[in-house]
Nanobody, 114 residues
Framework: QVQLVESGGGLVQAGGSLRLSCAAS????????IDWYRQAPGKQRVLVAAITRSLTDYTEAVEDRFTFSKDNAKNTVYLQMHSLKLEDTAVYYC?????????WGQGTQVTVSS
């Protein structure tokens, strides 16, 4: 069973920074893709950033503010978030696809205050 565990969420003022972590129970090198999604209250879950073996991609809303990185040795991926805005408030989920199966973390709350 593959597990993804997020951490690092919290309350931050607008303009501040947070770093989210997602620790996998398997080697992240083997994942076909690992993504960060977010779900704001009353809205659908949307893709924020994705990393594959060859590239990293961001949704336009976070481009130039968020950075997705990974540490293969620690089986952990990170989402560094800068210049946070009120509209970044959401539950952030880590997702991974491995062997044709999808795995989700439990989510971590990010709240940006004015």
């Amino acid at each position: 069973q593959v597990q993804l565990v997020e951490s690092g969420g919290g309350l931050v003022q607008a303009g501040g920074s947070l770093r989210l972590s997602c620790a996998a129970s398997r080697s992240i090198f083997n994942f076909d893709v690992i993504d960060w999604y977010r779900q704001a209250p009353g809205k659908q879950r949307v893709l924020v950033a994705a990393i594959t073996r060859s590239l990293t991609d961001y949704t336009e809303a976070v481009e130039d503010r968020f950075t997705f990185s990974k540490d293969n040795a620690k089986n952990t991926v990170y989402l560094q978030m800068h210049s946070l805005k009120l509209e970044d408030t959401a539950v952030y989920y880590c997702h991974g696809r491995l062997g044709g199966n999808d795995y989700w973390g439990q989510g971590t709350q990010v709240t940006v205050s004015s």
